[in-house]
């Protein structure tokens, strides 16, 4: 029973790398989300995707772009990445309930020297 | 102002000690209430969900809604070392919004043996 899965869990880049995280769900969910957490910043939304097919902008989209390849898989590519990127990344998928239950992803430490 | 404001701590208490930890929010189309643990370097956990106002229990744990006053609370009874974590309120409104849901920044919680 794994839930959300996260690929790579720790990462280390140099500025101006780029980068793909890989997230998949297997519990049939339709909503997934990319987060950073930093401290201090509590949890922020980069993208979301309410169904297959659609993609939408959160609250700290810059730098960032995502894919949704299928149903289960939804993926955070910095293209070029910036020590400002230095984060831990989670993914989550939200439940079937219509009242926001997300769940999470172990999360992906990033490191952009 | 902030949708939902929550105080970073760090709270330390001694175990067995009765916890208290708050959020305030903004937005009164705000129904759906979820209290999520996350331990150091995991991904956040639901760890209570409560629709509208009143109070609800789980073992150690009781979560309380006060809608007319826009605040929510999470209680620990009899708490222990394994309870030290960092504990974020989440919200949102009926129906749900494609977003998901709102955070606060969460209290980062530490259980003296």
């Known amino acids: 029973n794994a839930g959300v899965t996260q690929t790579p869990k720790f990462q280390v880049l140099k500025t101006g790398q780029s980068m793909t995280l890989q997230c998949a769900q297997d519990?049939?969910?339709?909503?997934m989300y990319w987060y950073r957490q930093d401290p201090g910043m509590g949890l922020r939304l980069i993208y979301y995707?309410?169904?297959?097919?659609?993609?939408d902008k959160g609250e700290v989209p810059n730098g960032y772009n995502v894919s949704r390849l299928n149903k289960r898989e939804f993926s955070l590519r910095l293209e070029s990445a910036a020590p400002s990127q230095t984060s831990v990344y989670f993914c989550?998928?939200?439940?079937?309930?219509?009242?926001?239950?997300?769940?999470f992803g172990e999360g992906s430490r990033l490191t952009v020297l | 102002q902030k949708e939902v404001e929550q105080d970073p701590g760090p709270l330390s208490v001694p175990e067995g000690a009765i916890v208290s930890l708050n959020c305030t929010y903004s937005?009164?189309?705000?129904?759906?209430f979820m209290w999520y643990r996350q331990y150091s370097r995991k991904g956040p956990e639901l760890l209570m969900y409560?629709?509208?106002?009143g109070n609800k229990e789980d073992g150690r744990f009781t979560a309380q809604v006060d809608k007319s006053s826009k605040y929510i609370s999470l209680f620990i009874r009899d708490s222990q070392p394994s309870d030290s974590a960092t504990y974020l309120c989440?919200?949102?409104?009926?129906?749900?919004?494609?977003?998901?849901?709102?955070f606060g920044k969460g209290t980062h919680l530490i259980i003296q043996p």
């Open positions: 409560t629709y509208s106002s």
């Open positions: 519990m049939n969910h339709n909503s």
């Open positions: 995707s309410a169904s297959e097919g659609t993609t």
């Open positions: 937005n009164s189309a705000f129904q759906y």
């Open positions: 989550a998928s939200r439940g079937l309930r219509n009242t926001g239950e997300l769940f």
């Open positions: 989440a919200m949102i409104g009926y129906g749900g919004g494609a977003d998901g849901l709102t």
